[in-house]
T-cell receptor
Framework: AQSVTQLDSQVPVFEEAPVELRCNYSSSVSVYLFWYVQYPNQGLQLLLKYLSGSTLVKGINGFEAEFNKSQTSFHLRKPSVHISDTAEYFCAVTAYNQGGKLIFGQGTELSVKP | KAGVTQTPRYLIKTRGQQVTLSCSPISGHRSVSWYQQTPGQGLQFLFEYFSETQRNKGNFPGRFSGRQFSNSRSEMNVSTLELGDSALYLC???????????FGPGTRLTVL
């Protein structure tokens, strides 16, 4: 079975500051990793994914994440945030043979202040 | 290309009733997954359908069921509604053998 822990439930940050949202996972098998963003009253939008290959993955809206297998982490970063990045962010995993079953973390609410 | 659509967007039901939610995947996507989102439990996987067959199931009671039609559209049904079933129900679709899921806007169910 897989599990995901997002270490911060809320992250307040000022506009144009860097941000890191932390995600750790647990799994006895190899996994794929994802970050999704959810704006109020909307569904989830995929920010980026790690399937294989380079451990540094770049996504939309200037976000990137680094897969660290030894630390079982997949932290999300952005060098300079905007007010429009205010949203809830979810880290998710799925096992190689469980493609349609995503296991999500509890979410991190990113609040960008002017 | 149209995204994942879910109908209705909002529903209000009373305890004991049943409800059916609908999901139309992106054209060409054959896998449909359903998730429940609540403030207390977060996002939880309900089930996945592929080619009209349930391929994966989460840890929910039998009151929660689903099906998929030959055109890949999917429905989920909740019978004997309880207050705790109030949630945002999200549907996601993906191509065969793809791990990238595309989510719909959700159906917000309120049980009174």
């Amino acid at each position: 079975a897989q599990s995901v822990t997002q270490l911060d439930s809320q992250v307040p940050v000022f506009e144009e500051a860097p941000v890191e949202l932390r995600c750790n996972y647990s799994s006895s098998v190899s996994v794929y990793l994802f970050w999704y963003v959810q704006y109020p009253n909307q569904g989830l939008q995929l920010l980026l994914k790690y399937l294989s290959g380079s451990t540094l993955v770049k996504g939309i809206n200037g976000f990137e994440a680094e897969f660290n297998k030894s630390q079982t982490s997949f932290h999300l970063r952005k060098p300079s945030v905007h007010i429009s990045d205010t949203a809830e962010y979810f880290c998710a995993v799925t096992a190689y043979n469980q493609g349609g079953k995503l296991i999500f973390g509890q979410g991190t609410e990113l609040s960008v202040k002017p | 290309k149209a995204g994942v659509t879910q109908t209705p967007r909002y529903l209000i039901k009373t305890r004991g009733q049943q409800v059916t939610l609908s999901c139309s995947p992106i054209s060409g996507h054959r896998s449909v997954s359903w998730y429940q989102q609540t403030p207390g439990q977060g996002l939880q996987f309900l089930f996945e359908y592929f080619s009209e067959t349930q391929r994966n199931k989460g840890n929910f009671p039998g009151r929660f069921s689903g099906r998929q039609f030959s055109n890949s559209r999917s429905e989920m049904n909740v019978s004997t509604l309880e207050l705790g079933d109030s949630a945002l129900y999200l549907c996601a679709s993906s191509r065969e053998r793809s791990n990238e899921q595309f989510f719909g806007p959700g159906t917000r169910l309120t049980v009174l």
